[in-house]
C-alpha cells in the first residue's frame, strides 16, 4: 500500500515509536512495540495498552478515538454498554466482532480523565496505527466518531457533515459514522447511525 515512507520520517520527534519499514512485518513485532511504547507522556498513566482486537486478514475495520478506563483495565478495544452496543450494530448488517471485523483505536493509550487526545500524542501514536492498516490491507474502514474521523480525513470538520461519502485513508475507502459511546448519550442520532451502517454495506458490496 506504499506506505514505507511513513517509517523514514526524517523529522521523526525525539523518542517517537520506532515502527520496523520492512514490507514483511510481522505481527508479533508491532505488538512489541506498542506495550513498548514510551514516546508520550500517556505511558506513565495507563494500566495497559489498548493494541486492537480481531480478525487480522478483516476486510472491515473499525477505528475508534482512544481507550476509556474499562478498555484500559481489560486492554481491549470497545467494552463495557459502548461496546455491547457496537457489537449490535455489527449484527444487524451480518457482523460480528472478531470474523471479518478489526477493532482499534487511534491512541492505544487512555488519556487520563477520557480527555480529548493532545497533537503530539496523536502524531507519535499514529505510525502503530497506518502499520495496523498495511498488515490488515482492509477492503473498508469505518471511522467512528468526531476525534477519530478528524484525526483520519485531517479534518475539523463535524461528523454530521462528514457523513454519507465515501473518503479514502492511505488508499483504503473510508466511512464516518457516530461513536457508540455518543449514541449512548444521544438515542436520536441511532436512526442517523443505522443509515451510516446501510451505507457502509452497499458501499463494500460495491468494492
Same mark, same amino acid.
Not at 514505507?4 to 515509536?17: D, E, G, I, Q, T
Not at 475508534?64 to 467494552?79: I, Q, S, T
Given at each position: 500500500?506504499?506506505?514505507?515512507?511513513?517509517?523514514?520520517?526524517?523529522?521523526?520527534?525525539?523518542?517517537?515509536?520506532?515502527?520496523?519499514?520492512?514490507?514483511?512485518?510481522?505481527?508479533?513485532?508491532?505488538? =512489541?512495540?506498542?506495550?513498548?511504547?514510551?514516546?508520550?507522556?500517556?505511558?506513565?498513566?495507563?494500566?495497559?495498552?489498548?493494541?486492537?482486537?480481531?480478525?487480522?486478514?478483516?476486510?472491515?475495520?473499525?477505528?475508534?478515538?482512544?481507550?476509556?478506563?474499562?478498555?484500559?483495565?481489560?486492554?481491549?478495544?470497545?467494552?463495557? =454498554?459502548?461496546?455491547?452496543?457496537?457489537?449490535?450494530?455489527?449484527?444487524?448488517?451480518?457482523?460480528?466482532?472478531?470474523?471479518?471485523?478489526?477493532?482499534?483505536? $487511534?491512541?492505544?493509550?487512555?488519556?487520563?480523565?477520557?480527555?480529548?487526545?493532545?497533537?503530539?500524542?496523536?502524531?507519535?501514536?499514529?505510525?502503530?496505527?497506518?502499520?495496523?492498516?498495511?498488515?490488515?490491507?482492509?477492503?473498508?474502514?469505518?471511522?467512528?466518531?468526531?476525534?477519530?474521523? =478528524?484525526?483520519?480525513?485531517?479534518?475539523?470538520?463535524?461528523?454530521?457533515?462528514?457523513?454519507?461519502?465515501?473518503?479514502?485513508?492511505?488508499? $483504503?475507502?473510508?466511512?464516518?459514522?457516530?461513536?457508540?459511546?455518543?449514541?449512548?448519550?444521544?438515542?436520536?442520532?441511532?436512526?442517523?447511525?443505522?443509515?451510516?451502517?446501510?451505507?457502509?454495506?452497499?458501499?463494500?458490496?460495491?468494492?
Amino acid at each position: 500500500m506504499g506506505l514505507a515512507p511513513v517509517w523514514r520520517l526524517r523529522n521523526r520527534p525525539a523518542n517517537a515509536p520506532v515502527v520496523p519499514a520492512e514490507a514483511g512485518t510481522q505481527w508479533i513485532e508491532i505488538k =512489541q512495540a506498542v506495550p513498548a511504547c514510551t514516546a508520550c507522556a500517556l505511558h506513565k498513566s495507563r494500566a495497559q495498552t489498548v493494541f486492537g482486537v480481531g480478525d487480522e486478514n478483516a476486510d472491515w475495520m473499525l477505528i475508534g478515538e482512544a481507550p476509556g478506563a474499562e478498555e484500559d483495565r481489560l486492554g481491549e478495544p470497545f467494552v463495557g =454498554q459502548a461496546g455491547k452496543l457496537l457489537d449490535n450494530m455489527l449484527a444487524a448488517i451480518d457482523l460480528k466482532r472478531g470474523e471479518n471485523v478489526y477493532i482499534a483505536n $487511534v491512541l492505544k493509550c487512555r488519556p487520563p480523565g477520557n480527555r480529548n487526545p493532545e497533537p503530539d500524542e496523536v502524531e507519535k501514536c499514529t505510525p502503530f496505527l497506518k502499520r495496523q492498516i498495511a498488515l490488515i490491507q482492509p477492503k473498508l474502514i469505518i471511522a467512528m466518531g468526531r476525534f477519530a474521523a =478528524q484525526t483520519l480525513l485531517a479534518s475539523d470538520a463535524s461528523i454530521a457533515s462528514l457523513r454519507g461519502r465515501v473518503y479514502s485513508y492511505e488508499g $483504503v475507502p473510508l466511512i464516518v459514522t457516530y461513536h457508540p459511546a455518543y449514541l449512548l448519550r444521544s438515542l436520536p442520532d441511532k436512526s442517523k447511525a443505522w443509515a451510516d451502517l446501510v451505507f457502509a454495506r452497499k458501499t463494500m458490496a460495491s468494492l
